[in-house]
Nanobody
Framework: QVQLVESGGGLVQPGGSLRLSCAASGSIFRLYAMGWYRQVPGKQRELVAR???????NYADSVKGRFTISRDNAKNTVYLQMNSLKPEDTAVYYC?????????WGQGTQVTVSS
């Protein structure tokens, strides 16, 4: 009964910022790696950022220096701070929870970057 509930998506102008949140329930959150993925029509879902249970992070080259992933284990929540947004960041963003063979996904939240 793992559930991931996302929030924070919306419309923003190029150069602007958004913060996405994903609240998890039904798991021992601190044991899982958490990730943010995104998908646009006609393309495969791609990894944007990931944070391990120990706090190590990795990012897609396209977002390095602009996006920051973080987690608050006391709140069972992972965040994605997105700065200096570009039109090519427009996508549906999905939250992922992973431990070994276990993978759970959120419902997705739309991010649109447009002037």
């Amino acid at each position: 009964q793992v559930q991931l509930v996302e929030s924070g998506g919306g419309l923003v102008q190029p150069g602007g910022s958004l913060r996405l949140s994903c609240a998890a329930s039904g798991s021992i959150f601190r044991l899982y790696a958490m990730g943010w993925y995104r998908q646009v029509p006609g393309k495969q879902r791609e990894l944007v950022a990931r944070i391990t249970s120990g706090g190590s992070t990795n990012y897609a080259d396209s977002v390095k220096g602009r996006f920051t992933i973080s987690r608050d284990n006391a709140k069972n929540t992972v965040y994605l701070q997105m700065n200096s947004l570009k039109p090519e960041d427009t996508a549906v963003y999905y939250c992922n929870e992973n431990l070994g063979t276990l993978n759970y996904w959120g419902q997705g939240t739309q991010v649109t970057v447009s002037s």
